[in-house]
């Protein structure tokens, strides 16, 4: 196992990070990711504001298979201004709390819990899923879009799939190329990590651009994004984002603390940095404590954290989770007509 190791190593040393961290120690990757001293930590700190606990999702990873499955890459400095930034009216009067779940009840894709499985496709996993809730918010569709199709296909244009992609390049995919149904192209993991003994290290699907189904063609069954944009580093910017829009997709930093949340207000106590990782955001609040906190859908099942969900503090930009948040809306193309130019072929280009 040791040169997986050496090579996960050197990935995450020469991909792009939030943060100048140190690494982790080469000896450490091959140790249990769950630990006892941490749980005890978290949970005898009164002012932590969350309790920790050892997630049955990730109990048999060592710290090495776990930075394996952190694969948010954040957007380049040199891109940023290129990339539209939206800004909202501050007239908008926001509540004190918000679930999208509560406010669009008829998408049923807001409440679902992934499971990302063996693979590092976090980024493509928090897109996928918002703008399936976009499409079921703006055209009253409830449709599951395909993860694979934007992991293997999108290609080194939005990262490294299994090893890592940028949130915003996968938004920019559903622009220029649309991405399918979950139905024509489904996960490539169907095992996924719901069951003991699971070992990350999957290779990156290929990409073959035809339907499982004989009844379905690839071209017709693409769903496209009209738009993709990043939403300026503030609280009432996202929450204005997220109250007109639907959920959004952002990264934050992970810590080994994370790995451990059960329940209340995440930040970082204790642990070394990890990795990028890309989540979904569908709501904020405050708690019974007075701690303001974004809500979020993680893609580990729900054997991990708070039946697959979790809450970080708000307003704080905790673990850099309010610097890069980004979206973009639904398109009505190739909705209402019937497309027949033959498949694509070939890398994706944006």
Same mark, same amino acid.
Request: net charge neutral.
């Given at each position: 196992m040791a040169p997986l190791?050496?090579?996960?190593?050197?990935?995450?040393?020469?991909?792009?990070?939030?943060?100048?961290?140190?690494?982790?120690?080469?000896?450490?990757?091959?140790?249990?990711?769950?630990?006892?001293?941490?749980?005890? /930590?978290?949970?005898?700190?009164?002012?932590?504001?969350?309790?920790a606990g050892m997630n049955q999702q990730l109990s048999d990873y060592t710290l090495g298979q776990f930075k394996y499955i952190l694969g948010a890459r954040p957007t380049p400095e040199s891109e940023k201004r290129s990339i539209p930034l939206v800004h909202h009216d501050r007239s908008l009067n926001l509540p004190k709390e918000f679930d999208a779940r509560k406010a669009w009840p008829q998408c049923t894709s807001i409440g679902r819990i992934l499971d990302q499985g063996h693979c590092g496709s976090c980024w493509a996993f928090a897109a996928v899923e918002a703008l399936s809730d976009r499409f079921c918010i703006n055209y009253s569709m409830n449709i599951t879009l395909s993860v694979n199709d934007l992991l293997a296909c999108c290609g080194f244009l939005c990262g490294a799939g299994c090893d890592g992609?940028?949130?915003?390049?996968?938004?920019?995919?559903?622009?220029?190329?649309?991405?399918?149904?979950?139905?024509?192209?489904?996960?490539?993991?169907?095992?996924?990590?719901?069951?003991?003994?699971?070992?990350?290290?999957?290779?990156?699907?290929?990409?073959? =651009?035809?339907?499982? /189904?004989?009844?379905?063609?690839? =071209?017709? /069954?693409?769903?496209?994004?009209?738009?993709a944009y990043r939403v300026k580093s503030d609280q009432y910017q996202i929450m204005a984002e997220l109250y007109k829009n639907g959920p @959004?997709?952002?990264?934050?930093? @992970?810590?080994?603390?994370?790995?451990?949340?059960?329940?209340? @207000?995440?930040?970082h106590v204790t642990g070394q940095y990890l990795g990028g990782h890309a989540v979904k955001l569908i709501g904020w609040g405050t708690s019974a404590d007075g701690e303001d906190y974004w809500l979020l859908a993680n893609q580990w099942n729900r054997s991990w954290g708070d039946d697959g969900y979790f809450m970080i503090s708000r307003g704080t930009n905790e673990c850099g989770i309010e610097e890069d948040v980004v979206a973009g809306l639904p398109s009505p193309k190739n909705m209402f007509k019937v497309v027949t130019e033959s498949d694509d072929a070939g890398s994706a280009s944006i």
């Open positions: 190791f050496l090579g996960l190593s050197l990935l995450f040393l020469l991909a792009p990070s939030v943060l100048v961290a140190e690494s982790v120690p080469e000896l450490k990757l091959n140790s249990n990711l769950l630990q006892d001293s941490i749980v005890n /930590s978290i949970n005898a700190n009164p002012k932590a504001g969350w309790k992609g940028t949130p915003i390049y996968a938004w920019r995919y559903f622009v220029h190329h649309g991405v399918v149904t979950e139905e024509c192209d489904p996960y490539f993991d169907t095992t996924g990590c719901s069951h003991p003994g699971c070992e990350p290290g999957y290779p990156t699907p290929k990409c073959v =651009r035809k339907c499982v /189904s004989g009844n379905q063609l690839w =071209r017709q /069954s693409k769903h496209y994004g009209s738009n @959004v997709e952002v990264a934050f930093d @992970v810590y080994e603390d994370f790995a451990h949340y059960k329940s209340g @207000v995440y930040k």
